[in-house]
């Protein structure tokens, strides 16, 4: 076993880990990653968040040109169909892109790769298990990002459900597929699925889909899935899965009845959770959390404080975004500087039918706190319009005693672009008069941002 040092080791190639150690070798340390998949990239590339846009994406393209009659086009190019090998082509070559542009990036910074499962093997080690030999790693601090797992839930016939990676590998559609769990995963697939003409189902256990989201975002996502012909049933416990002639059949219990659905495809997508069964934490002297998770401080540091945890593996905020963030945060900490995260202007969207985008407090939490919740149309926008979406909203939480904005909630075409410019206010600790204070090109959506701060002030002005 060949023996190297290094001033860090990461372990993970993820967004949770690259970043940081592509930032340190940037400063002159002497860097390593270990990452066991096909190329730098993590869960979000290869499984999660790049190949369900892709799918998104076309299904998306698809539904929409059915809809074309509204803008007067009409007769038809023929009959539409969908490929999926050619969507698997573009898929790889994204990927190709991405893994290519990563490796390019941290070759010519320096940044050290080991292709291979590195374990914790002591205080200050990690062994690499190579295709080509062994390597002891040597560090003086250490960065784990090793992501999350999907979650299984412990039912009868879980091993017949698909994780969610495995839609991205299909040769055919199905007819016909259920998702267990009404998540942001389920809410996603679903959508995709019905916008490509499978019949979709969600089975909920609680009592609305996206339950960790504004109430007003929730209640519009679930009238859009209705719209696609989604079937939706809340406040339902899965209780088993079984096969018969060829089909699934999804039994759950739904006001104490026992209820079946029959289909072709099962996904389970009930969450995530930190991937650290396999960790010998206790080597570092780290204990893990309630959920599995590594328990940080503001500046990603463990127990162990030559030892960071980053990105989903510390349970704060699974984003791939917020992942990045996190790492730059170790990054700085272990040069010496001291930057904190304000996880309150960190927004996150949910590529849905339709889109939608937080960032900040919800609306149940504003009247807990004594602010105030407006809410404007995009019906008032004219590129709304243009663009066929009057049914999408802009949310705002502000405090009427000093204009700040404290949270916005969007629901509708490019929400998650339009939350780019909340996140930035909130961030600065702005006010909507800030929102107000630069010019918006018309007509554009964007608008609808400005529109809503706008308005604002006019209610806000009734009352002072």
Known sequence: MESLSFDVVVLGGGPGGTPAANYLSAHGLKVAIVEMGEGLGGVCLFKGCIPSKIYIETATRFYEFKQDDIFGIEGGIGQLTIDLKKIKQRKREILGIRVGGAAKLSAALGTKIFKGVG???????????????????????????????????????????????????????????????????????????????????????????????????SSAVLEGLKELGIDVYLNSKVTSVKEANGKKIVQFLLNNELQNVNTDYVVMAVGRRPDTDNLNLDILGIKKGNHGEIPVNEFMQTSNKNVYACGDINGKMMLAHAATTESLVAANKILGNKVEINYSAIPHAIFGYPESASVGLNSTEATEKGYRTFKFSYSQDAKALIEGDSKGFVQMIVDPANLRLLGTQIVGKNASELITEPTQIISKNGTIKDILSSVHTHPTLNEVISETANYIMGQLSKTM
């Open 119 to 217: 374990h914790i093997s002591g205080a200050d080690t990690i062994d690499v298990i190579t295709s080509e030999t062994n390597y002891r790693l040597n560090f003086k601090s250490l960065i784990i990002a090793l992501g999350s797992t999907g979650v299984q839930l412990p039912i009868e016939g879980a091993e017949l459900c698909k994780p969610v990676e495995d839609i991205f590998e299909i040769d055919a559609l199905p007819r016909s597929v259920v998702m267990i769990g009404g998540g942001y995963i389920g809410v996603e697939m679903a959508s995709m699925f019905a916008r490509l003409g499978v019949k979709s189902t969600i089975i909920e256990f609680l009592p609305r889909v996206l339950s960790t989201e504004d109430v007003n975002v």
